[in-house]
Protein backbone atom coordinates (compact mmCIF):
# COMPACT_ATOMS: atom_id res chain seq x y z
CA UNK A 1 0.00 0.00 0.00
CA UNK A 2 1.13 3.61 -0.95
CA UNK A 3 -0.26 6.85 -0.02
CA UNK A 4 -0.74 9.20 -2.28
CA UNK A 5 1.04 13.00 -1.65
CA UNK A 6 -1.19 15.89 -3.24
CA UNK A 7 -0.85 19.56 -3.51
CA UNK A 8 -3.84 21.82 -3.44
CA UNK A 9 -3.35 25.04 -4.42
CA UNK A 10 -5.35 28.30 -6.27
CA UNK A 11 -5.58 28.25 -9.81
CA UNK A 12 -5.16 30.75 -11.97
CA UNK A 13 -9.15 31.06 -11.95
CA UNK A 14 -9.50 31.13 -8.79
CA UNK A 15 -10.71 27.43 -8.17
CA UNK A 16 -8.74 24.71 -5.61
CA UNK A 17 -6.62 22.59 -7.89
CA UNK A 18 -5.01 19.43 -6.83
CA UNK A 19 -1.91 17.74 -8.72
CA UNK A 20 -0.60 14.58 -7.37
CA UNK A 21 2.79 15.03 -6.66
CA UNK A 22 4.29 11.61 -5.08
CA UNK A 23 3.71 8.83 -3.17
CA UNK A 24 4.87 7.35 0.23
CA UNK A 25 5.09 4.65 2.58
CA UNK A 26 6.53 6.75 5.68
CA UNK A 27 3.44 6.60 8.04
CA UNK A 28 5.76 9.63 10.47
CA UNK A 29 5.81 11.77 6.72
CA UNK A 30 2.42 11.09 6.31
CA UNK A 31 1.43 12.21 9.97
CA UNK A 32 3.71 15.30 9.63
CA UNK A 33 1.53 16.25 5.99
CA UNK A 34 -1.73 15.81 7.36
CA UNK A 35 -1.08 17.48 10.38
CA UNK A 36 0.63 20.16 8.90
CA UNK A 37 -2.73 20.24 6.62
CA UNK A 38 -5.06 20.19 9.37
CA UNK A 39 -3.22 23.53 11.03
CA UNK A 40 -3.38 25.71 8.18
CA UNK A 41 -5.84 24.86 5.54
CA UNK A 42 -8.24 22.57 8.01
CA UNK A 43 -8.28 25.04 10.22
CA UNK A 44 -9.31 27.56 8.32
CA UNK A 45 -11.90 25.78 6.67
CA UNK A 46 -12.95 24.43 10.03
CA UNK A 47 -13.50 29.07 11.23
CA UNK A 48 -15.04 30.00 8.35
CA UNK A 49 -16.98 26.68 6.89
CA UNK A 50 -20.89 28.96 7.36
CA UNK A 51 -18.90 32.02 6.05
CA UNK A 52 -17.23 29.70 3.03
CA UNK A 53 -20.94 28.81 2.35
CA UNK A 54 -22.44 31.68 2.39
CA UNK A 55 -19.97 32.90 0.23
CA UNK A 56 -19.03 35.85 2.78
CA UNK A 57 -15.73 34.37 2.75
CA UNK A 58 -13.57 32.94 -0.50
CA UNK A 59 -11.19 30.31 -0.19
CA UNK A 60 -8.47 32.59 -2.08
CA UNK A 61 -8.21 34.18 1.06
CA UNK A 62 -6.69 31.24 2.88
CA UNK A 63 -4.13 31.21 -0.03
CA UNK A 64 -3.50 34.95 0.03
CA UNK A 65 -0.56 33.60 2.88
CA UNK A 66 -0.06 30.42 2.31
CA UNK A 67 0.73 29.79 -1.85
CA UNK A 68 -0.09 25.54 -1.02
CA UNK A 69 -0.72 22.86 0.98
CA UNK A 70 0.13 19.13 1.19
CA UNK A 71 -2.31 16.36 1.72
CA UNK A 72 -1.95 12.83 2.29
CA UNK A 73 -5.29 11.00 1.86
CA UNK A 74 -5.67 8.68 -0.89
CA UNK A 75 -4.37 5.35 0.18
CA UNK A 76 -4.09 2.47 -3.22
CA UNK A 77 -2.16 -1.14 -3.73
CA UNK A 78 -1.84 -0.18 -7.55
CA UNK A 79 1.30 0.72 -8.85
CA UNK A 80 2.32 4.43 -9.67
CA UNK A 81 5.64 4.58 -12.00
CA UNK A 82 4.39 8.41 -12.72
CA UNK A 83 5.05 9.75 -9.25
CA UNK A 84 8.05 9.31 -7.38
CA UNK A 85 8.74 8.46 -3.52
CA UNK A 86 9.02 10.86 -0.94
CA UNK A 87 11.08 9.84 2.16
CA UNK A 88 11.36 13.55 3.62
CA UNK A 89 8.77 16.62 3.90
CA UNK A 90 11.57 18.34 2.35
CA UNK A 91 11.21 16.78 -0.73
CA UNK A 92 8.14 18.30 -1.26
Known amino acids: MITIIEKIE ?16 NVFLINEININYDESMGEFVGKNRTNLEN ?16 IAATITDAERPDLIEITNINEL
Open 55 to 70: EVVSISTFFETTPFVH
Open 10 to 25: LGDNGEVVTAEVGYTQ
